[in-house]
């Protein structure tokens, strides 16, 4: 349900193509929230036909530019003030950890050596974008606030992730 309310976030942004929302799941949300092209198109269509968002022009190749209604506006404002958050968070990481002691100690090692790596570049990256954020490079309009705000999480969730990682190979069933 969530792609839905991502889709009308983005569009109260100002009007874009499918393939322009794709791009920015890709480049904003695609770390935290990931949706590929097909199911994009797919809740395109289930926001038009609910009357919260309309096409707002039309081009190339039959290509559509949306837009977010008023209702839309209300639904996507109602799910972030009144609606009950889903804190269940996927990560295939953590599901991995569960089963860490099928893996030899070397094979154990070496993935977490990896996952550390990976998670400290995430959050270089993450690091990276506040500081272009906090120099105004995005401006400073609310959403780049809020995208600030994100970011920072990012920042946090990898850092601990990474942390995390480290950690684990100190310990059974990393180190007999």
Request: net charge negative; charged share 25%.
């Amino acid at each position: 349900m969530s792609l839905r309310y991502g889709l009308l976030g983005l569009l109260a942004e100002g009007p874009a193509s499918g393939y322009d929302l794709t791009r920015r799941f890709e480049e904003v949300l695609g770390p935290v929230w990931p949706a590929q092209h097909p199911k994009i198109y797919a809740e395109l269509g289930r926001l038009t036909a609910d009357g919260l968002i309309e096409v707002d022009s039309y081009g190339p190749r039959g290509r559509k530019a949306y837009r977010i209604t008023e209702d839309g506006l209300a639904a996507v404002r109602t799910w972030l003030a009144e609606d009950e958050v889903d804190h269940t968070m996927r990560l295939e990481p953590l599901l991995r950890s569960f089963f860490f002691w099928l893996m030899t100690p070397e094979q154990l090692s070496d993935h977490l050596v990896r996952e550390q790596e990976f998670f400290a570049s995430m959050a270089r990256r993450y690091q990276s974008y506040a500081e272009r954020k906090d120099h105004g490079e995005f401006g400073h309009s609310p959403q780049t606030q809020s995208m600030r705000v994100a970011i920072e999480a990012g920042v946090r969730m990898y850092e601990a992730l990474a942390g995390w990682a480290e950690w684990a190979r100190t310990v059974p069933p990393a180190k007999p």
